[in-house]
């Protein structure tokens, strides 16, 4: 290699260094978070299958009701949502592999 090209060489990567720097003390990524005034990360995910949402509306499960039938009712919305988990998951599995 001849000298110059070892300067041009020396030039770009001092270059690329200062660039790379200067960005990331450009792009403060604190202030993405303080604009989301609406993140809730406790949030529910709707479900696409409508006939689940309709259930789990008609019986919401609640954290304190401990009898048997409030259990029950509890178990059978974590049921009715692993069903409708199963199914999106059949879902995605056709939609990723069709044959």
């Given at each position: 290699m001849?000298?110059n090209?070892?300067?041009l060489?020396?030039v770009l990567?001092a270059?690329?260094?200062i660039?790379?720097?200067?960005?990331?003390?450009k792009n403060?990524?604190?202030?993405?978070?303080?604009n989301?005034?609406?993140?809730?990360?406790?949030?529910?995910?709707?479900?696409?299958?409508a006939?689940?949402d309709q259930?789990a509306?008609?019986?919401?499960?609640?954290?304190?009701d401990?009898?048997?039938a409030?259990l029950?009712?509890?178990?059978?919305?974590?049921?009715t949502?692993?069903?409708?988990l199963?199914?999106?998951?059949s879902?995605?599995d056709?939609?990723?592999?069709?044959?």
């Amino acid at each position: 290699m001849t000298k110059n090209l070892k300067i041009l060489i020396g030039v770009l990567v001092a270059i690329l260094i200062i660039g790379g720097i200067w960005f990331a003390t450009k792009n403060n990524n604190s202030s993405y978070m303080a604009n989301q005034t609406n993140f809730n990360p406790m949030a529910t995910a709707t479900n696409s299958n409508a006939n689940t949402d309709q259930t789990a509306a008609a019986n919401p499960a609640t954290n304190t009701d401990s009898t048997n039938a409030g259990l029950n009712s509890d178990l059978n919305n974590i049921d009715t949502q692993m069903n409708g988990l199963t199914n999106d998951s059949s879902k995605m599995d056709q939609s990723a592999n069709p044959q």
